[in-house]
């Protein structure tokens, strides 16, 4: 069974720090592009990192210079570092991949970015 799972949202003081986890099990994670979204409320979700199996990455322009997207492969884990957070990156954060034609999620999990 192909399954993605989060770690690592909480509540974090603006300027702070969080390291997201997503831990992959079912396929062979190390050929998967992995990407890391999020939702905010009352917005849509966007796309916030993407690492392929090269380890070249994308980020969208909000994250760039503060997130950094890394993967290892040994524990079949994608990683979402984020930096100098903001009050506007407090969402739902959600791993995800496409496998066989379909999106595959995790649950989520949640950022908080508040003094």
């Known amino acids: 069974q192909v399954q993605l799972v989060e770690s690592g949202g909480g509540l974090v003081q603006p300027g702070g720090s969080l390291r997201l986890s997503c831990a992959a099990s079912?396929?062979?994670?190390?050929?998967?592009?992995m990407n890391w979204y999020r939702q905010a409320p009352g917005k849509e979700r966007e796309l916030v990192a993407v690492?392929?199996?090269?380890?070249?990455?994308n980020y969208v322009d909000s994250v760039k210079g503060r997130f950094t997207i890394s993967r290892d492969n040994g524990k079949s884990t994608v990683y979402l570092q984020m930096n100098s957070l903001k009050p506007e990156d407090t969402a739902a954060y959600y791993c995800n991949t496409r496998y066989r034609n379909s999106e595959v999620w995790g649950q989520g999990t949640l950022v908080t970015v508040s003094s």
């Open positions: 690492i392929r199996a090269s380890r070249s990455t």
């Open positions: 079912g396929f062979a994670f190390s050929t998967y592009v």
